[in-house]
């Protein structure tokens, strides 16, 4: 349990495979079960995303996709925000970026080690500050399939 403790601190995106692996050679031949069983008995498993983060909520109203065929010939026209993954070598950050599409310029941006709201919030308002209102503001789509 020491070596795989050792192990999952240097490296906590690995799973059991990996850890047996890596496993210094006075505790191989070691099962993957066993491995497999220690780490939930101490509590651990790998850290990486999760499949299916963004499932959407069936209550959420689905609003229709407003570009598809516009041409974007001003700033201020349309902005553009999305989250993405950094991964760091404890972990991940979560970064959110508002853009001007025209211009490309990034109006806003945020970090958190944390998926909440609180972050887009706040680099949404950073961005209203800067520039005037979009007349649109575009997101992923996460309500669900196309209508």
Known sequence: MRAIDKLY???????????VVNLPTEHQPVNIKKVRRLMKSMG?????????????NLEHKIYPYLLRGKKIEKVNEVWSTDITYVPMEQGFL??????????????SWEISNTL????????????LKIGQKPEIFNTDRTGGPAR
């Open 9 to 19: 601190t240097q490296y906590p995106f690995y799973g059991a495979r990996r850890l």
């Open 44 to 56: 651990i498993e790998a850290i990486y995303p999760k499949p299916n983060l963004s499932k959407p």
């Open 94 to 107: 979560y970064l959110v970026a508002v853009v001007d599409w025209y211009s490309r310029y990034i109006l």
């Open 116 to 127: 909440t709201t609180d972050f887009c919030l706040k680099a949404l308002n950073d961005a």
